[in-house]
C-alpha cells in the first residue's frame, strides 16, 4: 500500500534535546504524487520541526527524541543518508541566508548537481531551465550577496529544482517575496504539481496559496494536526486570528465577536506640528554596491514626527538600500543623510543607533546571545541603562511580543517567526525614538502580527516608524504613509487611501489588490479610513 505514495508519516513524534516538551506529537499522514498540501498554524506549532523530520535534517542534524516512521517511495529511511534523501526531497528553507553558499548566482544554483558529479553540460542545462522557470535568468551573474531577500528566496527555490527531486518541502517560501512574485512562485508551483511532484508547503499567507487550489490543507495546533482534509473546511476550523483567511470570511466569523480596541497611533509624537524639522532627511541620495551599477538614483525625503511609514515596492526595487542609509549601515555616493540634523557620515552607527532601531530582514544577521534575556540585554547594557532598568526593558518587550515564556531559551533553537520576534523585541528594549523593522511579519502567524504591531503603534517612546513590507494589509491597515519604491525611486508617497487605490500602479510596481483593499476601498466614504477586517464586521 506505501509504494502508492510518496511520502507516507506515521505516528511522528519528536522533542528537540534543548527544549521541554515534544514540538510534535503522533503526527500520521500520507501525500500523493501531484499533491499540494498547504501546512497552516501559529508560528511555533511544530510545522518547521515536521518538515525538519521529512527531509531528514531531524535527527541528523537536529537532536533530540524521535519516534514514528518516515517511507520515502515506499523505503524506510531511517538509515539513508542525508545525500541520499536529498535526491529525493528538495528542501526550501525559510530563511535564505542559511541556504545560500555560492557567491555567483549560477554557482550557487548548480551547487547541488556538482555534488552528485553530474557532466557540466546536463549540469549547464538543468541551471538554465530552473532560473527561466522562475524567472530569474537575470540574476545568473550577479553576486548572491548583493541580492535583495526575495531575490535570494528564488535563487534557493531555483538550486532545489534543479536537483529534480521527486518531493518538494517548501517553508514559508512566500516570506520574502513581493507579490506579483509570490503569484509567480505559486503558478510555478502549481505546475510542478501538475507534472507529478508531491509539494509540502508550509506558509501563513494561506489567502494567496489559496488561489492555486491545493488538493488538501493541514492546520497544526501545538504540535499536533487539529485539521486534515479540503481547502474549503478550513475557514470553519480555525482560529480566524491565527490563520488569515479572506477578508470577507474574516468579516463573517468576527461579527459574532467583541469589536476590537481602537489603536491610538504614536501617542507620543500627536502633538507636534507639521512644519518642526525632519527626523530623517534625504538629499538627493544616490548609491551602488557595484561600480556601474547605482541603486537608489537621488532620492528626496522627510521622515516627520508622528510618520508611520510602510515602504512598498518589488523585490530588487532598493527598498533595505534606502532604509540602510537612514541608520548609516551605507553612506551614500553623493547626497546626503541627516539624522537629526547631522549627516551620517560624520556619525557612527552606535551613535544613531541611540535614535534609530534597526531590525533586519534575516533574525540571523541579528541574534548571537545564549540565550533570549541576554540577547534582549544585550542593546540596554550598552546604552548604560540601570540593571533594574535592563531587566523592566526586557520583560516589557518580551510581552509584546509575546515570548515570555521563552526568556532562558536559546534564539537560534526557535522557530524562524519566534527569531524574528526576539529580533524585534531587541530593538523595542534600547527605546530607539525611530524604530525602522525590514519585514517585520514575515514568518509570523497573523495574531502574533497583529498584536505586536498593536502594541508597538501605542507605545509612547516612538516619535516615528518605518517598516518594510510586502503585505499590502499590513500596508493599509498600520500606515499613515506609504513610500512605493521601484528601480531606486520613489514612485508614490502619500496615504494609504492615495496611493492604495490606483490598482494600475499596484500592478506596475508588482503589488497586488488584496481582499481587504477592496473591501476598504469599497467602504471608505463612510469609515472616512482603512480598517482590519474584524474592525469592519462591527459598522
Known sequence: MNQTFPLVVDNLSFRYRSRQGASIHNISFTARAGEILLIAGASGCGKTTLIRCVNGLIPRSYKGEMSGKITIMGEDVQDWKLSQISQKIGTVLQDPERQILGTKVITEVAFGLENLGMDRPEIISRVEEALAFLKISHLQDRETFNLSGGEKQKVALAGVLAMRPSILLLDEPLASLDPASAQDTLDAVRMLADGGMTVLMVEHRVEDVLRINPERVMFMSEGEIRYLGEPEGLSKVVNYREVKLPAGQIVERAKADPAPAQIHVLPGAASHGAEEDALVKFQNVTFGYEAGREVLHGVDLDIKRGDVIAVLGPNGAGKTTFVKHAIGLLKPKSGSVLVNGRDTREASVAEIASTLGYVFQSPSHMLFAPTVHDELAFGPTNLKYTKEQIEQEVEEALKIVNLSEKLNDPPLSLSFGQQKRVSIAAILAMRS????????????????????????????????????????????????RILMVNDGRIIADGTPQDVLRDFDRLKANRLIPTSLLALNLERISTTGRFMKAEALAHL
Open 433 to 480: 525614538k525611530i524604530l525602522v523593522m525590514d519585514e517585520p511579519t514575515a514568518g509570523q502567524d497573523y495574531q502574533n502580527y497583529m498584536n505586536f504591531m498593536d502594541s508597538i503603534l501605542q507605545m509612547p517612546v516612538f516619535q516615528a516608524i518605518l517598516f518594510i513590507t510586502h503585505d499590502v494589509d499590513l500596508a493599509a491597515i498600520y500606515a499613515n
